[in-house]
C-alpha cells in the first residue's frame, strides 16, 4: 500500500438522490440519499488533509450536507439546495475521529431516518496502531410509513417510535454475514450512532475492550497508565494491559473505535446493549475462527 502524505487534497463527490431499496427484508421502499446508498460513503484521510467537498441535488427536493469534520461556517457552505443545484466547499482535518456527516435541511430528522448520512474517519499524521481487521459499524433508525414511496413517517420520528434499528442501513445483516476475524488477531471496530435518536451501547459478547478511543480522545490504551493513555507516552501497544471496558456509550452523532483480541474461536454477537433495539435489528456476529 502506497505511504499515505499528509496534507493531501481529498475529492469527496457526493450526489443527493432517491433511491428505490430494500431497507429490511421484504420492505423495499424509496430513500434519500448520498451516492446511491445508506450510508453514504465512508471517507478517510489524516490531519492535515484537505477535503474537498462537492454536492449535486439530484433529487426532488432541497438537500444539503453538514461535515462534523470539518469547522466552517455553515450559513453557506451548508445551505440547502434546490434539485438541479450543486455547491462545494473545502475544509482542512484537524482532529482524529470518526465524523459524521448528514443532510442538514429540515426537518433534519427525517432525512437522517431516510438515509442521509455517512462517516469520515480522520487518523493521526503517522497513522493508528496496527491492527490485523478493522470495520465501521454506524448504527441508524428506520421509521416505517404506509407509503413506500415516501419511506419514512415524520410522526414517528417526532415519536421516536421505530420500527428497526440498523447497522450500515440494514437490520441483522452481519448475522447473515459475519464480520470475521481469527482467534489472536488484533480487531479495531469504529462506531458512530447516526441517529436521529437513539443512544447506542455498543457491546460485544465475549470480548473485553483493552483499548477505547471516543469523541477525541483514549479513556483506555493498551498497555497504557491510565495518565499515559491520551498521549501513548510509555505505552507498548503490542502487548495487552490490565484494564478493560465492556461498552462504548455513544449517543447520537457521536463516535469513537474499540480494539479487542479474541481468544477463543467461536460467534460473538455485536449488540446495541439496550437490548429491545438489539431485538429490533442493531444486532450481528463478529465469526472468529483458529
Known sequence: MARHVCGQRLNALNRAREE???????????????????????????????????????????????????????DDNMRTIDPGESLSYTFTAKRVEIWLYHCSTAPISVHIANGMFGAVIIDTEEGLDEVDEEYVLIQSEQYWSDGLNVGTDATKVVAVQPDVVNFNGYPFQYDHAPLR??????????????????????????????TVWSEGSYSLRRRCSNDAALTGVDC??????????????????????????????????????AMSYAERGAHGTLEVTD
Open 20 to 74: 428505490e431499496r430494500e431497507v429490511a427484508p421484504g420492505r423495499t421502499q424509496t430513500t434519500w440519499t448520498f451516492n446511491g446508498t445508506t450510508p453514504g460513503p465512508i471517507l478517510r484521510g489524516r490531519v492535515g488533509d484537505t477535503f474537498v467537498i462537492a454536492l449535486t441535488n439530484s433529487g426532488s427536493m432541497g438537500h444539503s450536507i453538514n461535515f462534523h469534520a470539518g469547522d466552517v461556517s455553515p
Open 181 to 210: 476475524a481469527a482467534t489472536g488477531d488484533r480487531v479495531r471496530i469504529w462506531v458512530l450512532d447516526a441517529g436521529p435518536n437513539l443512544d447506542f451501547a455498543f457491546h460485544i459478547v465475549g470480548t473485553q475492550f483493552d
Open 236 to 273: 507498548d501497544p503490542q502487548v495487552g494491559g490490565d484494564s478493560a471496558a465492556q461498552v462504548l456509550p455513544l449517543q447520537a452523532a457521536q463516535g469513537g473505535f474499540i480494539e479487542f483480541v479474541p481468544v477463543e474461536a467461536g460467534h460473538y454477537s455485536i449488540v446495541n446493549h
